[in-house]
């Protein structure tokens, strides 16, 4: 109306990408042990639908998770990797595999191969903001290695301002291919995401990267916070199927796919896996929008208490939970 | 950041109020016929949490509704209003009432008492594009009787733009207190939403009155979208809470009361209300965001097709409504 900028996504813009999450951030929630059926599936729907990248799950050192205790998508070796991969056989397309490689929790000398020997495509690099030099040596090794690159500044809400702007000038000067918008506990905003893009986006524009933009649903706004994030630039964007995920979970693929209009997307596929292999899910794993994240997320608290109370027998006691979170 | 206008949210704007539709919108999913105990519930907690105005229903003409297969919300006869405040008795605030008027389904002339002989503070005036001039005649006679009043163009998303502005110049100059932008679909994005407000406001403002915003959550946008509009200057704000409502539901009176930071609302009693009398609902009542309410706020259709298809056998079959919908 006055600007009348919306008009242009009836268009699209072909340089966003979207990084399907559902098994690595779904994988936070049932300890990475999802059935090769499942992750197959996922695999065929993100690539019938067009989806970029998936993310399939961390690449765990070893020495660091017992097998067994924790699923084999915590450690995603390249024989679990392969029988996906050979799943596919007759698909069309073929969505790109990235994995998440946590700082101090990974061992790239042993586990990540070189691109050419790996069914890896991306490594996307999981630090806080404590870590950045760790996180620059861990996304350097898989650069060097052939791989695409991200680095991943979680918790950003709580990172003070200054250390950021540190972070970012130290991230703009490395190999990575992206730097990404963390929102970590969904306590995020659209004035703040819009923010935080443009800050991004001043140091990772110069340096030829993009910016990439990670949110979950703690005050139902994951989907509307991805938005604000592509409208100022981030150009790589998270989602998951069904919102699955850590917590109150993610911003749903198939929104995203719904609102991106690139005629790479095909929402069916997405569905038809939502609906066959995701939502059945729940009757074991329990995820999304509820009181308990939502007052995480308007506090600025990692979800972990929400997640203990709703594990415990009082889960359905809101008001004890309010109570608890509320006292110092 | 580059702006850092998110920071004055830390404080907040004393001119915003919430308007709780819970049993209003909500009694489009059960015929309006909600108990006196949850009624009675809602009110208490929309008082001690400060919030500014309750709808508790229609007031529907008694020769277009059947008494019995409507509910008494459909009504909202003064006896049963007396019921309800009288049962807040010792509260220390009271939230006001108020009701929605559909043009051509309200007997205004029988129905709506002086203002000062009814316990409705506020009448808000439900109309469609090519109802105009009717509303204009309902919303000034509400006016005349000395009520606060609104005008709700409903379904502005298939409204012509020319024909839009014709409202708001006719609208802007009757009694109306205030002009809402209703995203009854939930089709609406973050800068549509933005657009719209600003359009909305250029009109309503130099002449005085305020502009309002009620969102549905078919894409869970309806708090994110219900926040940009406040941005943009949306003084009056429509919630329910649990988000309950037709369809996919509203934007969360609790998320709206967490945001807006006003000392006036208390999040406490919002909880203990959605914990022990709306959530029980859902044994009967089926609300809130799923992919056939997704597909109808994508394609920007009314919610009927969903809603039925969700009542029908089929309703956990969502490939088959996608292909419905989706096939001319």
């Known amino acids: 109306m006055t600007e009348n900028r919306a008009r242009r996504w009836v268009g699209y813009r072909p340089e966003i990408r979207i990084v399907d999450c559902t098994i ?36 765990g050192a070893r020495g660091m998770y017992t097998e067994g205790e924790h699923g084999k998508w915590r450690f995603c070796s390249e024989d679990d990797l392969k029988r996906v991969v050979e799943s596919g056989d ?63 500044i979680m918790a950003l809400s709580t990172a003070p301002r200054n250390e950021l702007e540190g972070a970012l000038e130290l991230l703009a000067k490395c190999p990575t291919g992206a730097i990404y918008v963390v929102d970590s506990f969904g306590s995020l905003y659209g004035e703040q ?23 979950h649903n703690n005050q139902q706004l994951a989907f509307a916070n991805t938005i604000e994030a592509i409208v100022r630039g981030a150009n790589l964007v998270d989602g ?38 995701i939502e059945p899910l729940r009757q074991d794993v329990r995820w999304g929008f509820d009181i308990p994240y939502m007052l995480c997320g308007l506090l600025n608290q990692h979800p972990r208490s929400a997640m203990e109370f709703n594990e415990s027998d009082r889960h359905a006691d809101w008001v004890a939970f309010y109570d608890e979170i509320t006292t110092v």
């Open 193 to 215: 995401v819009r923010e935080y893009v443009d800050l991004y986006l001043s140091h990772a524009g110069p340096a030829g990267k993009e910016v990439g933009v990670h949110n």
């Open 90 to 152: 007759g698909l069309v397309s073929r969505t790109k595999l990235s994995v998440m490689a946590d700082v101090d929790r990974t061992d790239h000398k042993n586990d990540l191969l070189p691109r050419e020997d790996s069914e890896i495509s991306m490594v996307r690099v999981a630090t806080y903001i404590h870590q950045i030099p760790a996180a620059i040596e861990l996304v350097t090794a898989a650069a060097d290695k052939g791989y695409e690159t991200c680095v991943n």
């Open 240 to 277: 998951s199927l069904a919102g699955m995920g850590r917590g109150a979970g993610n911003c749903p693929t198939e929104l995203l796919a719904g609102f991106l209009h690139n005629p790479r997307y095909h929402l069916r596929p997405l569905i038809h896996c939502v609906q066959h292999h």
């Open 24 to 59: 690595r951030d779904g994988g936070l929630m049932n300890d990475h042990k999802f059935t090769d059926e499942v992750v197959q599936a996922v695999y065929h729907a993100c690539s019938a639908g067009g989806i970029d990248y998936m993310e399939i799950g961390y690449k």
